[in-house]
């Protein structure tokens, strides 16, 4: 969760869509933090996969 507090002190305002390969707990990180998080679960992948795509790029 520290991970994605952090991107939102960076600057991200939401997250559109976060593609998750069966991580139902970090569903649950993302949407506290990014409350209006649509998800969606790959029964195809075997191994953690994130995708995020966000509507505003953060400066490092």
């Known amino acids: ?3 994605l507090t952090e991107l939102q002190n960076r600057g991200v ?7 998750l390969g069966g991580l139902k707990r970090f569903l ?3 949407e506290s ?3 209006q998080t ?3 679960f790959s029964k195809k992948w075997k191994e953690p ?12």
């Open 1 to 3: 969760m520290s991970v």
């Open 13 to 19: 305002e939401d997250v559109l869509i976060a593609c």
């Open 28 to 30: 649950e990180a993302i």
């Open 33 to 35: 933090v990014f409350s």
């Open 38 to 40: 649509r998800a969606q």
């Open 49 to 60: 996969l994130f995708v995020f795509i966000l509507r505003q790029t953060m400066a490092l």
